[in-house]
């Protein structure tokens, strides 16, 4: 073990990027800065794959104290921890990251800020390893935080526009319009991730409590035996619940995720698809000692997760932004993962974790290419027909929506179908809320298909193919999306359930108990439900009826629960702020009142107030012998 | 002994009144020099004739000297003659400290011996310089060498407050000063040697003023 | 032996007098002088205390205060010559910027 690079260095190494890229900027002039941070995150990469190659027993690496008495009988330190599942998302990290780096230096290459947003990039990726790779909930925690930063940073990262500098006054307005929402969707994330992280830090609180701990070996060795009241880790487990559904865009904290596709595309892709909104499935799946003794909270999180799922598809049925249906695709296949957790499934919910990181990944660059292609043109209506001009983007597209429609050999199928098998077996209302949403999944997604590259084109500018750089990522992404799924072929398929058994070594798993026939039968529906949404897609792309989707303008505007927010909270906010404001302002014309009924008798002292050093000694000089003055009379009357 | 102390009393309260009264700066610092002089005997009369001594040296003999020193080189020996601008404040003084002092006699009065006179004189052994250096080195080490610190911070502190300040905005001519936000291709037109002529012109001012 | 109390007392009029003259002279360096008068006033009486218990901690009190007093002094008179130099005058009066 000895010769293995420490884990120190997966966080460190980005983090040396930003720190270079941030304080020496200038010392990188065009691209260069943008290859350094790839260069940093491939190295990152590196040093995850030779930990996952030698890989034993999980490995805790401390490297300083930091909390004092946060631990059982020992100080808290700052450790990192590397079992199977932390190994697996550091791949996932490091590796996705990676070839959005790749990406994203041919994307932001005339961005002004370019540099800046390879240092923003890095320090996300860098954060994002120290939360997967912490040995205790605290340092999980800065991690936590420091995501959601990167996440501020990088979703208004056009805080002022794409073209404030437009010689176009037109132009520059639209840009300005652009900007106010973008650092509106910036702050609603960011203010939505706060009530999440209150959840966790409520959640933390009560684990020291209950266990005396919050290092996660031990907790995990401690929960075992400890005599807890059992409200109290039912209780625990829905505070990081809150803290989980903040982070990953759950029910009922899910409408920052939409609106934060006004970031870059590459962060679209690496942050609120692939990694950061996964870190709520990821808590989850950390903290399943503590789940495992929590059924009712877990019910809760299974809940969550399915009713999001739901809402995610309902929401996307009728999009015409080409983000934001992926990124309500994205609402709902986090709901799938919680779903999965929620009933226990851990590795069902980390594996689709994985394959959406692929194939999600994969959509949003390859619907970054498209935006590039057509001059930021986002919306999916003004497209179509681009499978003529953009053959390697379409077919990687293809991979992409094929997966998550869940179709036989793509990865979504295999994945998919676990969490569906899972669902059955414990709840059926689940397991038909699964059933439906993968229907609509199948679709929202042929939808977005048929509308982007089938039909005839129906905007104004001159696509073009992605160049090179672009197409290197999309298409290692679309060999994942495809390939992924042979990770974990069940046994009924005559697999041997390879991740099963990688991940079951870092958590236990539950045993299977459904008969193969039931098996079969529900791959059957699961596949079945994939080609209906497809063909209805393609039908209804026949008829020419997609521009407007299902559910009209419910779907558009995302059942209505922004406007639910905005009326619930936000309003009466406004409302009580008003109303406090005019208590104020009274209050404000009172105490004016009468501070002008005081100042005429206070006038008078001002003229003791003269300015001259001698007139305050003479009164200090009165006030000093009234009172020695006093002290002697006093000391003769005793005397006498 | 007696005597010695009704007599040095007596001219150190009349050196007193003089520095408080005396029109003149110079009468008024001589005064408090005789006031010092008279203080140092009763320091000798109280068993601290090292104290006397350093009262003459230091106080009566170096601080006086600097305070003579600056009436004459500020040429502040006139006293002000405007009105004075703070009302009664002479009779409220007069009347502050008559009952301070008066107070002060009283409680002076009841303050009783904790031990013979006799006694405590010999216990301080004539107060030499032995007995001083004992105490100021043994049992007050630690002040003793704060005290020399301070000395020193009060040297670097009177060079320092006196110095002139290299550039004053406000002292430099309206004609010879920038004009704010002057393009920088002008500004560097201004010649390199101009601050210090100023300050030159400056210093010469001052000393036909100082005259 | 001349009793302790006289001393006190004398010190007593020396401090009421130099704060008569702190409080009713008008250039800088005549308050600065009555504040001299007060310093020696306290002297007179720690030398006093001195003497009667016997202990010559007063006295080094003493031997310190003539230290500070002339540190005092000198900061003293350069921010009176700073003045000078800055306003032409020495009047206490005229410096009034912390008028209310």
């Known amino acids: 073990m000895d010769s293995l690079p420490a884990l120190y260095l997966l966080p460190l190494l980005p983090l040396l990027g930003f720190a270079v890229l941030m304080v020496l900027p200038r010392l990188f002039p065009g691209k260069t800065g943008g290859w350094l941070a790839t260069g940093m995150v491939g190295a990152a990469f590196i040093v995850a794959v030779i930990r996952y190659l030698n890989q034993g027993a999980p490995a805790h690496e401390t490297l300083w104290a930091w909390l004092p008495n946060m631990a059982l009988n020992a100080n808290l330190s700052v450790g990192f921890w590397l079992d199977q599942l932390s190994a697996l998302m550091a791949l996932i990290i490091t590796g996705v990251g990676f070839l959005i780096h790749l990406y994203s230096i041919s994307y932001m290459g005339h961005d002004p800020k370019f540099t800046r947003f390879f240092a923003f990039l890095n320090f996300f990726v860098a954060m994002m390893l120290i939360l997967v790779l912490a040995d205790s909930y605290p340092l999980m925690f800065v991690g936590w935080e420091g995501v959601g930063m990167a996440s501020y940073l990088l979703i208004g990262f056009w805080f002022n526009g794409r073209n404030s500098e437009a010689g176009d006054a037109q132009v520059r307005a639209a840009s300005d319009a652009e900007a106010i929402s973008n650092s509106n969707a910036a702050r609603k994330a960011f203010i939505m991730n706060r009530i999440g992280d209150l959840g966790f830090m409520l959640g933390m609180f009560l684990l020291f409590k209950l266990y005396g701990t919050l290092s996660i070996p031990e907790l995990a060795e401690r929960v075992e035996g400890a005599q807890v009241a059992q409200a109290g880790i039912e209780l625990a487990c829905l505070f990081l619940l809150v803290g989980a559904v903040g982070k990953s865009g759950q029910l009922p904290l899910t409408t920052w995720l939409p609106d934060a596709m006004a970031g870059p595309t590459p962060v679209s892709a690496l942050i609120h698809a692939a990694t950061m909104v996964t870190a709520g499935v990821y808590l989850v799946a950390r903290s399943h000692f503590l789940y495992d003794l929590a059924p009712n909270a877990s019910t809760w999180v299974a809940w969550v997760g399915g009713l999001t799922a739901l809402y995610g598809a309902l929401s996307a049925l009728n999009q015409s932004d080409i983000k934001k249906i992926l990124a309500y695709s994205t609402v709902s296949q986090l709901g799938y993962m919680f779903l999965a957790v929620g009933l226990h499934a851990y590795s069902a919910g980390v594996f689709h974790l994985l394959t959406h990181a692929f194939f999600k990944a994969l959509l949003f660059l390859a619907a970054g290419a498209v935006i590039h292609a057509l001059h930021e043109e986002q919306d999916v209506r003004k497209m179509g027909g681009l499978h003529r001009f953009m053959p390697f983007t379409h077919l990687v597209s293809v991979a992409g929506v094929l997966a998550i429609a869940g179709i036989p050999i793509w990865s979504g199928f295999f994945s998919k179908d676990a969490i569906l098998a899972a669902a059955y077996e414990q709840s059926l209302p689940l397991y038909l809320i699964g059933l439906g949403v993968a229907l609509l999944t199948a679709f929202y997604m042929g939808r977005w298909y048929f509308l982007v590259w089938r039909g005839a084109y129906r905007g104004h500018g001159h696509p073009h193919e992605a160049d090179t750089l672009t197409k290197i990522p999309l298409g290692v992404l679309a060999a994942l999306a495809t390939l992924a799924g042979f990770l974990n072929i069940p046994t009924f398929l005559g697999g041997k359930h390879a991740f099963d058994d990688y991940i079951g070594r870092a958590i236990p798993l539950h045993a299977h108990e459904i008969p193969v026939a039931t098996e079969w039968l529900l791959t059957v529906f699961a596949v079945l439900a994939g080609v209906i949404g497809l063909g209805w897609a393609f039908l209804a792309h026949r008829r020419g009826a997609l521009a407007t989707g299902p559910l009209g303008e419910l779907s558009r505007n995302s059942l209505y629960l922004d406007a639910l927010y905005d009326n619930v909270v936000s309003a009466p906010s406004r409302a009580i702020a008003g109303a406090l404001d005019t208590v104020d302002r009274g209050t404000d014309d009172a105490l004016n009142g009468v501070a002008r009924n005081a100042s005429g008798p206070g006038g008078l002292f001002t003229l003791w107030q003269s300015g001259f050093v001698r007139a305050y000694a003479v009164s200090m000089l009165l006030g000093t012998a009234a009172i020695i003055g006093y002290w002697a009379l006093k000391t003769i009357g005793s005397g006498a | ?211 | 032996m001349v009793p302790t109390t006289s001393y006190l007392a004398l010190s007593g009029i020396l401090f009421a007098l130099g704060m008569i003259g702190v409080l009713t002279r008008r250039t800088a360096i005549m308050v600065f002088l009555s504040v001299e008068l007060m310093l020696n006033a306290a002297n007179l009486a720690l030398v006093a205390f001195a003497r009667s218990w016997g202990d010559p901690t007063g006295q080094t009190a003493v031997f310190i205060v003539m230290t500070l007093a002339a540190a005092e002094v000198a900061i003293g008179l350069a921010i009176i010559v700073a003045i000078f130099r800055k306003r032409e005058t020495t009047n206490v009066d005229d410096l009034a910027a912390l008028k209310g």
Request: hydrophobic share 55%.
């Open chain 2, 1 to 211: 002994m007696m005597l010695a102390f009704i007599l040095l009393g007596a001219l150190a309260i009349v050196g007193g009144v003089i520095t408080i009264a005396a029109k003149n700066a110079v009468h008024a610092s001589l005064g408090l020099v005789g006031t010092l002089l008279c203080v140092a005997g009763l320091f000798a009369t109280l068993n601290a004739s090292f104290l006397a001594a350093t009262q003459v040296i230091v106080y009566a003999g170096a601080v006086m000297v600097l305070f003579l020193f600056v009436i004459m080189l500020l040429n502040a020996n006139q006293p002000v003659t405007e009105r004075d601008p703070v009302p009664y404040v002479r009779e409220l003084a007069g009347i502050g400290g008559t009952l301070l002092a008066g107070a002060f006699v009283v409680l002076a009065f009841t303050f009783k011996d904790p031990r013979p006179l006799a006694e405590g004189a010999e216990a301080l052994r004539g107060g030499s310089a032995l007995v001083m250096g004992e105490t100021l080195l043994t049992r007050f080490l630690l002040p003793f060498e704060a005290v020399s610190i301070l000395l020193l911070v009060a040297i670097v502190g009177a060079v320092a407050l006196v110095q002139r300040p290299a550039a004053q905005p406000d002292g430099v001519p309206d004609e010879l000063e920038e004009p704010v936000g002057a393009p920088q291709e002008e500004r560097r037109q201004v010649p390199r040697g101009a601050a210090p002529a100023l300050m030159q012109t400056r210093g010469a001012q001052d000393g036909e003023v100082r005259a």
